[in-house]
């Protein structure tokens, strides 16, 4: 009789419920842990790659209005920016480490994409 007077007591107050509590956190902890083991070592082998767009790129290039160039040869570098009439991109900035002009002009020409006469019109030193 004393028992089952214990067992209501603890049954009131909750006592089941506060004792699965820790064992239910346990279980989570334990499983979370697992989960979280087999996603981070699975391999991720995805073969879609995100290609830029060149053609845009490059014609967005042809649209050039200037380019300033200074040379600064203390430093062995050339700092050039290039204005463009695109809404999106204004001004684009390089840092060259030639002080030489010829060698400046082709190393625009391949970044930039131009002949190396259409960059001689455009260039301002």
């Known amino acids: 009789m ?3 007077q214990l067992f209501q007591v603890l049954r009131s107050i909750g006592f089941v419920f506060w004792l699965s509590l820790p064992l239910v956190g346990l279980v ?7 989960v979280g083991d087999r996603i981070l070592s699975r391999t991720y082998d995805n073969k879609k790659y995100l290609q830029a767009d060149k053609q845009s ?5 042809k649209r050039i209005v200037a380019i300033e160039v200074e040379i600064r040869q203390q430093d062995g570098v050339s700092l050039v920016n290039v204005k463009t009439d695109n809404s999106v991109i204004k001004t684009i900035g390089f840092e ?5 002009p010829s060698q400046l002009e082709t190393s625009l ?3 930039l994409g131009l002949p190396r006469d259409r960059i001689k019109e455009l260039i301002r030193y």
């Not at 989570?28 to 697992?34: A, C, E, I, Q, V």
């Not at 790129?57 to 290039?61: E, P, T, V, Y």
């Not at 060259?96 to 030489?100: A, I, L, Q, R, W």
């Open 28 to 34: 989570f902890w334990l499983g979370s842990g697992f």
């Open 2 to 4: 004393r028992q089952l």
């Open 57 to 61: 790129a490059r014609q967005m290039m």
């Open 109 to 111: 020409s391949q970044e």
């Open 96 to 100: 060259f480490p030639v002080t030489e």
